[in-house]
């Protein structure tokens, strides 16, 4: 539902809230205005609420210290990253060694549970966001590894996200690469899939029903919440797109300007 915010239904059953960070709290370098304030309002009136990023550049702790530097004050045990659920994941399936085709410091969330190696020595790929590093040479040799039957695990599938400097692929669409190559499904452990939401919904004790998450993409945050029975609150922020809603084929419940427009809808 958009429109003016009066008209809204206030979201008088929901008791707890998922909220993106990039495109939501922030976009590029700058934090939205009256983000703070509204997780400030979430506080102060006992909601539950966990931060779900499908970053996969960044480890939680630095993700917290760069929403510190933004003046949020959010702690890292609150932030829920496509790594942390893989970390889960592969502790659960006894994995000792893994390859992570990733950037940046995300490889600090495996440190003490995985042994991180070269591609011929893994049990199992993970595939992040790796920006530069999806060279021709790596993707090759990832591709001869997940047909020499290692396991698959995509961090996140998003097609892309909004950068400082305009809007950059994410990792999805070298995801489908290499499943299109191989003919193997990767284990998708990043929003949207299930296991993810379950993960978040199981860390603040919340029921789906009186859940509502809130984000920038459509697919990933909204398309991901719904299915898990989830409120979708679609932010106009970040890499909000009119074109990307008409042709995805999922409704949100409710597309608002920004996550300040959030503590009117609770009032």
């Not at 499908?54 to 496509?82: G, Q, W, Y």
């Not at 889960?88 to 399936?93: A, E, F, S």
């Not at 949207?192 to 993960?199: G, M, T």
């Amino acid at each position: 539902m958009e429109g003016n915010i009066d008209t809204m239904p206030i979201l008088e059953h929901i008791t707890s809230f998922l909220i993106d960070i990039d495109g939501v709290l922030y976009s590029g370098n700058s934090p939205v205005k009256g983000a703070k304030e509204a997780i400030d309002f979430l506080e102060d009136n006992n909601y539950k609420f966990r931060f779900v990023s499908n970053s996969t550049r960044k480890c939680r702790a630095s993700i917290a210290e760069k929403l510190h530097r933004m003046n949020f004050d959010i702690p890292t045990h609150v932030i829920l990253t496509p790594a942390v659920v893989a970390a889960q994941w592969i502790t659960h399936r006894k994995f000792k060694k893994a390859f992570l085709l990733s950037s940046g410091d995300v490889h600090r969330d495996f440190d003490g549970i995985v042994e991180l190696t070269e591609p011929g020595n893994a049990d199992v790929v993970i595939i992040g966001d790796a920006g530069d590093n999806f060279t021709y040479s790596t993707l090759t040799r990832v591709f001869r590894c997940i047909l020499d039957n290692l396991d698959m695990i995509a961090l996140e599938r998003d097609r892309y996200w909004m950068g400082s400097a305009g809007l950059m692929l994410s990792a999805g669409p070298f995801v489908a690469a290499l499943e299109f190559a191989t003919g193997k499904k990767a284990e998708l452990v990043g929003k949207p899939s299930k296991e993810f939401f379950r993960h978040a919904l199981q860390d603040i004790g919340a029921s789906p029903f009186k859940t509502a998450m809130i984000g920038d993409d459509i697919i990933s945050d909204i398309g991901g919440a719904k299915t898990c029975g989830m409120v979708g609150i679609l932010v106009k922020t970040g890499k909000y797109r009119e074109n990307s809603i008409l042709h995805s084929g999922i409704h949100p419940d409710y597309v608002i300007d920004s996550l300040a427009i959030l503590p009117t809808m609770l009032q």
